[in-house]
C-alpha cells in the first residue's frame, strides 16, 4: 500500500485549509483518493503538489519585490 496523508494533515502541512485542498481536487490540481470514507492524497504527490506551489509563491514574490522596486517603495538598492 502506498503511503497517503489525510486531506487535514496535508492542509495543516501547506497551512491551508481542507476545502482549499478539496477546490483544488475538484479543479483536477490535486488527486486525491477516497480510503474508509476520507480523502486522502498519496504521499508522492503531496511533494510534488507541495513544489509547484512553492514554485509560484516564489515567482509571485518576486514579482511583487520587481515592482516595489520600479515603484521605489523603498526595497531594493538606494
Known amino acids: 500500500m502506498k503511503q497517503s496523508l489525510s486531506i487535514h494533515r496535508a492542509a495543516r502541512l501547506l497551512n491551508v485549509s ?15 483518493d477516497l480510503l474508509g470514507g476520507h480523502h486522502h492524497v498519496a504521499a508522492s504527490e503531496f511533494h510534488a503538489y507541495r513544489q509547484r506551489l512553492r514554485a509560484v509563491q516564489t515567482m509571485a514574490m518576486l514579482e511583487l519585490s520587481q515592482q516595489a522596486q520600479q515603484l521605489n517603495m523603498g526595497y531594493g538598492d538606494s
Not at 18 to 32: H, I, Y
Request: aromatic fraction near 14%; charged fraction near 15%.
Open 18 to 32: 481542507p476545502a482549499f485542498l478539496m477546490g483544488e481536487f475538484n479543479r483536477g490540481v490535486l488527486p486525491l
